[in-house]
C-alpha cells in the first residue's frame, strides 16, 4: 500500500513539475507537451485506487500505471522526434493554420489561435546548458518510473 502510494507521488511530480515550469521561469508548453502530461494523471490514479484495492487486484492496477506512464514515455518518444526533425507531428495545434490564396490580413488573424501556442518542433531545455529538451527529461523520467512501478508490481506490493 505504501509503495503504491509512493507510485501515485511520483506520478503527479511529472505534471506538477512541467505546471511549475510553466508559473517560475514561464516556458511555453506546445500541444504535445500538453499530451504527455495525461498518462501521468492517470498512472496517478490507478496506484491511489491500488492502494485502496484488495491485495489480489494491487498489483494489477499498479501494472496499469505502470502501462499508463509507458504511454507518456511514448508521447515522449514522438515528441523528441518531432524536436529532432525525424517525423512531423501528427497534432493540427502543432502546424501552421493553412493560408488561403489572397486571403487578407482580417482572414489572417481570424485564424490564429486565441492563445499563442509553441510550436511543437521547437525544443524547450530546462537547465541551461544542459542539452536535455524537457521532452528528454520526460522519456527519460517515464522509463525510470515505469521500471519502478513494474519492480514493485512484481513484488506483489
Not at 508559473?23 to 506546445?30: D, I, K, M, S, T
Not at 501494472?63 to 507531428?89: D, F, K, N, T
Not at 510550436?119 to 531545455?125: L, N, R
Amino acid at each position: 500500500m505504501m509503495s503504491s502510494l509512493m507510485v501515485a507521488g511520483l506520478a503527479a511530480a511529472a505534471p506538477l513539475i512541467a505546471l511549475g515550469s510553466e508559473r517560475w521561469p514561464g516556458l511555453a508548453p506546445c500541444a504535445l507537451c500538453l499530451w504527455q502530461r495525461w498518462p501521468y494523471w492517470v498512472a496517478a490514479a490507478l496506484a491511489v485506487a491500488a492502494a485502496l484495492l484488495p491485495a489480489r487486484w494491487r498489483v494489477w492496477a499498479l501494472r496499469a500505471a505502470g502501462l499508463a506512464v509507458l504511454v507518456s514515455g511514448a508521447i515522449a518518444v514522438l515528441h523528441v522526434g518531432v524536436e529532432q526533425g525525424w517525423w512531423p507531428s501528427p497534432l493540427p495545434a502543432c502546424q501552421a493554420p493553412p493560408v488561403a490564396a489572397g486571403a487578407s490580413v482580417d482572414d489572417l488573424l481570424r485564424s490564429l489561435n486565441p492563445a499563442p501556442n509553441k510550436p511543437c518542433d521547437e525544443a524547450t531545455y530546462l537547465i541551461p546548458g544542459l542539452p536535455l529538451s524537457m521532452a528528454m527529461m520526460n522519456l527519460i523520467y517515464a522509463a525510470g518510473l515505469a521500471a519502478f512501478v513494474f519492480s514493485r508490481a512484481a513484488r506483489r506490493v
